[in-house]
């Protein structure tokens, strides 16, 4: 009788009354997402690239405020200037057919307009410049100017032509005529019936009369897309937050460019280790008195003529001690144990440093001692 292999899951052996059991595969949870807030560095290389968060938006609701508030404050100077150079103009209109005649209509229109024109043309130029310095702050970019051949790419373009950020930019637009239109037709539909009645003013009534159902209007839409360019900008910073997330492994790419690769960083301090200690040791031979406590802790001392205190040119402990200890046996170097000022000397004087003034006594009375032994041997 032929056998057949049976594969069985870990559930199967389970007892029928047992809850079954979920496998994840862990492996599925890598650092591949996007998950990660820019950092700095990765906020001003975009900016450096001209990617900002910047609303349009917002450059035209103010832009529009500001032209409709100048025009409604030099509304009557206009008026005037206007109304009085027709006057002169239809007042001189047979000595303007000849060349000289042309001249002077030519210089007087180009004047009427820079008294007339040019202050509202300044005053939004200002404007316009002050709000995209409040977005994107002082910044000259010519990435976005620079030649790339990829722009030339049909299916590139295509590609954003259909991308999301047109999508929403779509469906922003459509919103947009939606609203302004609603509060046009809703202001329109009271003004419009009394429009016929303008047959029964002067001109200067009519004029009047239509700039202030124009200025009134222009007022309601600009402050109607105020309120959409405020919701535009706060969605243009989201959006650019979200288009610089980064992941997991970009964080770490990028400290390790910044900060540097923290193994080499190690092998680099692990060297300047090495090569410290190697100062330090070759200091111990200097030394007048090795004080330990007796094992776990060893400091060299030295003191020469002239000197305002000892100083101390090495310490340890454990193994390092035991290496001071064993170069000051080859170089025939007291060692004194004296536990309390090893321990004080260890705790409270860097390599270098001198010995401070709370232990002179106590490193005194050893140095008197080592130099009274050194006296002995050499008598």
Known sequence: MKCTPTYLSPSSLLPPDEPKIFVFDLQRFDDGDKTEEPTPKKRADARKKGTVARSQELNTAFVLFIGFLILRVLWEYIYVNVAEYTVYLYSHISQSMS??????????????????????????MIVGLGINCFQ????????????????????????????KRSIVELIKSLFKIIVIGFFLYLYLKDQI??????????????????????????????AVIMVMAAADYAYQRWQTT????????????????????????????QKQRQMAMQRMMSEVPKADVIITNPTHLAIALSYKKGMIAPVVLAKGQDIVAERIKQIAREHRIMIVENKPVARALYESVEVGGMVPAELYQAVAEILAYVYRIKHRRVA
């Open 99 to 124: 060349t000289e005649g042309i001249s002077e209509l030519f210089i007087g229109i180009m004047l009427l307009l820079a008294k007339t024109v040019v202050p509202v043309m300044f005053a939004i």
């Open 242 to 269: 979200q288009d610089l997330m980064m992941t997991k492994q970009e964080v770490k790419d990028e400290y390790k460019q910044t900060e540097g690769d923290p193994q080499i960083k190690g092998k680099i301090k």
């Open 193 to 222: 019936p009394l429009v016929p009645q303008f047959i029964f003013f002067d001109l200067t009534h009519s004029l009047a009369t239509t700039a202030d159902i124009i200025f009134t209007m222009a007022f309601q839409v600009v």
């Open 136 to 163: 994107v702050g002082l910044m000259v970019s010519t990435e976005r100017l620079e030649p790339k051949l990829s722009n030339l790419n049909p299916i590139n373009g295509f590609g954003r032509i259909f991308s």
